[in-house]
């Protein structure tokens, strides 16, 4: 036997059941329309299976804990990434406020404009011969 | 100043006092690892928070593109390698060789399966032509009013493309544990390449966790 | 230990697979040391040929298009073939072992698998520089770079291979500085060069992964058109100056710290006093590690980022100063009362405190945001990094070299010659750079190889000193393999200006293969010169 620490077999089956759980819950809450809150839940759900991995397979809840210092510092600076970018891209032209100045580069690429129409298998659809897919064309 | 202590296992580089102090310094590093790991992926999850903010309504149209079932099913098979992973150091401590080769053996096959399942997802996406930047040409009814679409698929093959490409690795690695392990190099006094690759392999179960809700689950 | 003919790490094991496959920390920082020379070298003679034609007006030896590629391999040289991996590689290793009573680092397979990753990246550089060069600028700004037909992809390349020898020699020197020091070698005990090349290690193995990222996505660019830094495909450019200067900025400390460290050593030493403020020198490392991270925005305020993000970087780019300041300080206090010998490293370190001051200020006018609409893209920023990076680093490298050229070789150079060295580097150095200062607030912009004849005279003055610059550092150089040539030994048990860390204490110059010949007991820190008496011993 290891003289480290060993994690009982109960608890690694636990983990991996509460994990495929809120996968599934993950899931089902995506069909649910809460609006803006739905991108906030899914990465509720998501950190606490992160988590669950973290501390438990990964060891983290026993280790040094300078192991568990180096894994929050990746994500902090991670966190410092996206904010400080976010603080640039969300705040462009009149401060964000104006839609048009915000986004001055959204524009569809060219090349969409030479490719054919398809079906949902991707093969072109000939317009002119096909009248039934008229419809559908014009979104 | 020299460990060569007649007793000392063969596995005890010179330079170290003594075998925790070895281990203690390899998990440690192995933690560095992990963090360049996510400095890597957080660039591309930087690109896909940006460009979400800039095509919101695209984003959430254009994911409906992809396979929820194969997304939730890869997501299965990835926690479950995670389990049988964790087992087999669990069953190494134990000093079980069986066990634990039977563990990494399950945990290769199941990533195998989920690159499996990703070959049928991307084969998929070449076949219609829901591609990466300028190779994009899919116009069916449930994207043609989609602007600029090629953004969501050209985010998505990097970023599962990078996490495969990890998948690959990993598998490289486990195969490499299931010889050592199986020829008696690594026992319940040694088996730290185990737990080090381990750290690994649920680092890109980690990453997959985020990757799953983001493309498969939005909106 | 007065034995010349004993073992070391120079001389045993012998045969060239031992060197090739060593796994001695001292042998691996040595090999970095011939390369990183080796680009230094390069990058100068590139430097030298730019400022050539940059004498007189218009195109006098180099085309437009030459010259796009000989500031693009001059930089890129320097940064990622030399500065970056060569400094902490070649002194790091030498010394940061031995400074933490460890018989290596963490990693030994690992350190000489970094040598040989960056030795695998710097060939995609030469191959790049004997196919025709690349003309981004060392940059590589989107779109240019996606679309130039020059070398793009080699160079990227190659960097995003010597980032990965960058990550695995921070990890390695990470591992080795929390769980190798010898007992009693508390952190507040280590030397103040451990302490910097600790803080290096942790912004290397942060922000190098960034870079990675952002060459391969350059790359996925440039052969798939992925569309997210082309406005064209719906992308953005400034996104990819987001990803490049969030490596590129905290790359500028990687290249700072280890010098800081090095003045931190060599001051005290050379003054025979003890530190003043330690404590603030170690923090203000961390400090300086941490903050710059939050500012990479302060190189693109030109490039049309939002207004607020502008004066948010702007205000954290101030702070950064405080910590580095808080250095400067300490240094000058450290000197005071001190006994102060002029030998080549104190020379180099005074060189230094001059110099980068200069340079870390002129970063702070640059730091204004109104200030650097006028002032990007010219000269003067040219002068403030060239300040810091060469007044800085180079000088404080060129000042670590001659400090531990004994120790390391068990040789040591005419130290006349290398004070003469130095202050022609001194003199050269703001001959070349200062007029520097004074074309930018002019107004004469960066990366032209042709200009306004209003600006010839500061031009001129400029490449004069350069010359005088570059056979300074040239003469210095040669000085320090000279002393190899001619074998001028010194007894392995010297220690010839009194310092009072574990290298100087323990080991013998050069030292034994595995360091110590017992395990060191530590006695004292760092600099106690005010509670022990430590000799300066020379004997040839």
């Given at each position: ?39 906030v ?87 002119h ?10 979104h | ?29 192995m ?26 309504d ?14 939730l ?40 399966a ?46 599962t ?24 190099n ?34 | ?11 045993h ?24 020379i ?10 030298l ?5 940059l ?15 000989a ?10 073939l ?61 779109p ?84 997210i ?96 300041g ?21 020379l ?14 002129t970063?702070?006018?640059l ?104 056979i300074?550092?040239?003469i ?65």
């Open positions: 036997m290891s003289e480290h620490h060993i994690t009982p077999l109960r608890t690694y089956l636990i983990i991996a059941a509460c994990l495929l759980f809120l996968s599934g819950v993950t899931v089902w809450v995506s069909y649910v329309d809460l609006g803006p809150l739905n991108i839940v899914a990465m509720l759900v998501a950190t606490i299976k992160a988590s669950l991995v973290a501390f438990f397979f990964m060891h983290l809840l026993w280790d040094d804990k300078k192991n568990l210092v180096m894994f929050l510092m990746s994500l902090m600076f991670f966190g410092i990434f996206v904010t400080i970018t976010l603080l640039d891209t969300e705040f462009r032209g009149d401060l964000g406020l104006n839609p048009e100045t915000k986004n001055p580069i959204n524009k569809r690429a060219a090349f969409y404009d030479t490719l054919p129409l398809t079906d949902t298998h991707g093969h072109p659809v000939d317009e011969s096909d009248h039934h897919d008229e419809d559908k064309d014009h | 100043m020299s460990h060569h202590n007649p007793d000392s296992p063969s596995h005890l580089k010179h330079y170290f006092y003594d075998v925790n102090q070895q281990y203690e310094t390899s998990k440690f590093a933690w560095a690892f992990i963090l360049t790991e996510v400095l890597t992926f957080a660039g591309l999850f930087v690109a896909y928070i940006v460009y979400r903010s800039w095509y919101p695209m984003f959430i149209d254009a994911h409906k593109l992809l396979d929820v079932n194969k997304g099913t890869n997501t299965i098979v990835l926690i479950t390698s995670s389990l049988t992973m964790a087992l087999a150091i669990w069953a190494i401590q134990k000093n079980n060789r069986k066990l634990s080769v039977l563990m990494l053996v399950a945990t290769f096959v199941f990533a195998l989920f690159l499996g399942i990703k070959y049928l997802e991307y084969s998929h996406k070449f076949e219609v032509g829901q591609l990466p930047g300028e190779f994009y040409s899919y116009m069916g009814p449930d994207a043609v009013h989609l602007n600029n679409p090629h953004i969501f698929f050209s985010i998505y093959f990097i970023m493309g990078l996490h495969g490409l990890h998948v690959a690795i990993g598998m490289g690695l486990i195969a490499w544990l299931i010889y050592s392990t199986h020829k008696g690594l026992t319940s006094e040694y088996y730290t390449p185990m737990e080090m690759i381990g750290i690994f392999w649920h680092l890109v179960d980690l990453i997959w966790i985020y990757l799953f809700p983001l493309f498969y689950l939005i909106g | 230990m007065s034995d010349n003919t004993k073992q070391n790490y120079l001389n094991p012998k045969g060239i697979m031992s060197w090739l496959l060593t796994l001695d920390h001292k042998r691996i920082g040595l090999m970095y040391l011939v390369s990183g080796l680009f230094f070298f390069m990058g100068g003679l590139l430097a040929v730019m400022r050539f034609e004498a007189a007006p218009g195109n006098d030896i180099l085309s437009n298009d030459l010259y796009n590629n500031y693009t391999l001059h930089g890129a040289i320097m940064i990622f030399f500065i970056i991996p060569a400094i902490p590689g070649a002194l790091g290793n030498i010394l940061l072992p031995l400074m933490v009573g460890a018989k290596d680092v963490a990693f030994p397979r690992l350190n000489l698998a970094s040598f040989y990753i960056y030795s695998f990246g710097a060939l995609f550089a030469l191959y790049t520089i004997v196919n025709g060069g690349v003309d981004t600028g060392w940059t590589f700004y989107t240019y770079s996606t679309q130039s037909s020059s070398n793009v992809v080699p160079m990227t390349l190659g960097i995003f291979i010597i980032g990965f020898s960058s990550i695995l020699t921070g990890l390695n020197f990470i591992a080795t500085v929390h769980k190798m020091r010898i007992p009693g070698l508390t952190w507040y005990k280590l030397p103040l060069f451990v302490w910097a090349l600790y803080g290096t290690s942790l912004v290397q193995i942060t922000a190098t992964p960034v870079l990675a990222i952002t060459m391969v996505l350059l790359m996925l660019e440039r052969f798939l058109g992925i569309g830094f082309d406005p064209a495909l719906g992308g953005d450019p400034v996104l990819y100056q987001h990803f490049f200067w969030f490596y590129s900025h905290p790359a500028v400390y990687i290249m700072i710290l280890p010098a800081f460290g090095i003045i931190s050593e060599i001051i005290p030493v050379h003054s025979r006093k003890k530190i003043w403020g330690y404590k603030f020198i170690a923090y203000s490392t961390l400090s300086i590690a941490f903050i710059g991270f939050l500012v990479w925005g302060h190189h693109m305020f030109t490039s049309g980022q939002s207004v607020f993000s502008q004066i948010v970087f702007s205000f954290i780019t101030y702070f950064v100063g405080i910590p580095t808080v250095k400067i300080f300490s240094w000058i206090l450290t000197m005071y009362k001190g006994q102060v010998s002029f030998t080549p490293p104190m180099y370190a005074l060189s230094f405190l001059f110099l980068f001051t200069i340079g870390g200020l970063g702070i006018f730091g204004a945001v109104a200030l650097d609409i006028h002032l990007h893209d010219t000269y003067f920023v040219v002068a403030h990094f060239h300040y810091v990076m060469q007044g800085g680093t180079i000088v404080a490298f060129l000042g670590g070299l001659h400090h531990w050229w004994p120790k390391s070789f068990g040789v040591m150079y005419n130290q006349t010659i290398a004070n003469i060295a130095a202050l022609g580097v001194f003199i050269g150095f703001n001959g070349t750079f200062f007029p520097q200062f004074l074309l930018g607030l002019r107004g004469m912009p960066r990366r032209y190889a042709t200009y306004d004849e209003q600006f010839v005279e500061l031009h001129s003055y400029s490449t004069f000193w350069s010359g005088i610059l570059g300074s550092i040239f210095a150089v040669m000085n320090l393999f000279w002393s190899f040539i001619k074998k001028n030994k010194v007894d392995p048990g010297s220690n010839p200006w009194g310092g009072m860390s574990l290298e100087w204490t323990h080991t013998s110059s050069p030292p034994h293969p595995h360091n110590f010949e017992e395990e060191p007991v530590l006695q004292h820190g760092p600099y106690d010169y005010d509670k022990v008496i430590v000799e300066k011993t020379y004997k040839k």
